[in-house]
């Protein structure tokens, strides 16, 4: 099979058409219309002018070349820019909305503040998790992240962070400045009441890390 791939990308446009028509065909249609252009143009009735081109090989052809258009107008979004802590807590609210136990993700960014990336990095028993900065820059070396986010929950629904979020906030941040991959915030989501209806809180505006505020 492998080898039958290679065989069609050094293929000449003949023996690709071929493939959709038979050889005889697709020689009398580069014959007829000299060319791909030329031949993307055709209608149906021009295509089964040729001999051999009935009208399963013109809807071939034509979709054959409607498919080409379509792939050379397709476009893919650009990724999310996470620049500022609501939207890091848009991005995992409605996964953390039912989640009993604590969930830690990774968000890696480019230089342009847009998502590479988001990572369970882990899953806690109650309220702990167990996340070592060894782990967390190995994934954003992988993902060749210039800067990370780092995102749990609180399943309590109180987003106010512990002396052991504070703590692991520092311990990865230190180390981000060492691998110079920027430690932008630290985003711990709760859930929202009538007194307190941000159900989130940001590490970096509470103080506790250091640098510049996140773009």
Do not use: W
């Not at 609210?93 to 342009?112: D, I, M, P």
């Amino acid at each position: 099979m492998s080898l039958f791939v290679r065989s069609l990308e050094v293929s000449t446009n003949e023996e690709l058409l071929g493939a959709l028509t038979g050889k005889p065909a697709a020689a009398r249609l580069i014959g007829r219309f000299g060319g791909l252009t030329n031949l993307a143009q055709a209608s149906f009735a021009d295509l089964q002018e040729v001999p051999g081109v009935g009208p399963s090989k013109a809807v071939a052809i034509r979709s054959a070349f409607l498919l080409a258009q379509r792939l050379s107008q397709e476009s893919h979004p650009e990724p999310p820019v996470v620049d500022c802590p609501e939207r890091v807590a848009g991005l995992l609210r409605e996964e953390y909305r039912s989640a009993n136990v604590e969930h830690f993700h990774v968000l890696c960014l480019n230089t342009r503040r847009r998502l590479i990336s988001a990572d369970l990095m882990a899953k806690g028993i109650l309220d702990s998790v167990l996340v070592h900065p060894r782990e967390v820059f190995a994934l954003a070396i992988s993902h060749r992240a210039s800067a990370l986010i780092l995102v749990h929950n609180h399943p309590s629904g109180d987003p106010t962070p512990s002396e052991a979020d504070i703590r692991l906030t520092r311990e990865i941040s230190q180390a981000g400045r060492l691998l110079r991959i920027e430690v932008l915030d630290h985003i711990i989501v709760g859930h929202p009441t009538i007194e307190r209806p941000r159900d989130f809180v940001s590490m970096r505006e509470l103080g506790h890390l250091q640098g510049g505020p996140t773009r």
